[in-house]
């Protein structure tokens, strides 16, 4: 992880359209013949797939099929063991990933009070005490959080230790923002408060967000695009485009337009989990 920002790469005049646009248009994050392998399990065998810039991605698909496994891959996590992830047509290790772990209890420090584990990313990338302090401050107001964050994780609920996460993954303004299955610690209300608060986020920063939910209405509530996966090697069963105005609201879910997508992701996923 690092502050810098991926180069533009130029095309010469006259064989592109103008840059802006031809950057808008191009695939955020491209991949090419992925393949991961553990043991002697074949999660991807030569998987493509391009997300696209500024939109939210829900990542749907039977358990253990390789959600967690391919957003890993491409924040850089975990290696492939064959292909190619390209930012912006290129290979870079340079970019600013936010990522929200599927085992938050984990994912924080514990030694570290909630507002240091939320300013740490800032730390690392050399941000001094008084910048960190504001940033984290100006977060906690924009999200409207109310919790204590002066108290270590070991006596915050699942849900609070979760909220926090997510703040230390949209503290660094990160180009793309991963989420493991972000809500899956909260109870119903606090999951409804966060949806809102990321709905909003995307929608104030545009951020390419690529969100695991193995809650299917919250996969297309939030989304733009839903991939859908197969079982492993996890093929693309299907990446479905929902285009419903932002912001989304819960009449948007008794929506026709919505009501249909759904069914179909539903049919999609139990066509792939009969396969198994
Ligand atoms: N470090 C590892 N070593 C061995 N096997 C692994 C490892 N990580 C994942 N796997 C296996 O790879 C497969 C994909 O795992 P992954 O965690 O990506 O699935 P997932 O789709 O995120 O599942 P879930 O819905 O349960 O979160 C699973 O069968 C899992 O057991
Ligand atoms: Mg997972």
Excluded at 27 to 40: A, E, M
Excluded at 66 to 71: D, M
Excluded at 206 to 227: F, K, N, Q, W
């Amino acid at each position: 992880m690092s502050l810098a920002q991926p180069a533009l790469k130029i095309e010469p005049a006259g064989v592109m359209p103008p840059v802006t646009e031809a950057v808008f248009k191009r695939p955020h994050v491209t991949i090419r013949g992925l393949s991961k392998r553990f043991n002697k399990t074949v999660i991807y065998d030569k998987f493509d797939l391009d997300i696209p810039r500024g939109k939210l991605i829900s990542v749907f698909g039977p358990n253990g099929c390789g959600k967690s496994t391919l957003i890993n891959m491409i924040a850089g996590l975990i290696p492939p063991d064959e292909g190619q992830i390209l930012f912006d047509g290129m290979l870079l290790d340079e970019i600013k990933f936010g990522y929200v772990f599927q085992n938050y209890r984990e994912a924080l420090f514990p030694w570290l009070r909630a507002f240091d584990n939320i300013a740490y990313p800032l730390k690392m990338m050399g941000i001094g005490k008084a910048e960190r302090q504001a940033r984290v401050e100006r977060l906690v107001e924009r999200l409207g959080v109310k919790i204590d964050l002066n108290r270590y994780p070991y006596v915050m609920s699942g849900g609070q230790q979760q909220l926090v996460s997510i703040m230390r993954a949209l503290v660094v303004e990160p180009e793309i923002l991963f989420l493991d299955e972000p809500f899956s610690a909260l109870d119903y209300e606090m999951t409804l408060f966060m949806r809102e608060q990321l709905q909003r986020i995307f929608v104030e920063t545009g951020t390419t967000t690529v969100l695991v939910s193995h809650d299917l209405e919250e996969a297309v509530y939030l989304a733009d695009r839903v991939l859908l996966l197969s079982r492993h090697p996890a093929l693309v069963a299907d990446f479905v485009t929902y285009d419903a105005p932002r912001p989304r609201t819960d009449a948007t879910l008794s929506d026709a337009d919505f009501v249909q997508i759904k069914a179909h992701c539903l049919e999609v996923f139990q066509r792939e989990v009969r396969k198994g």
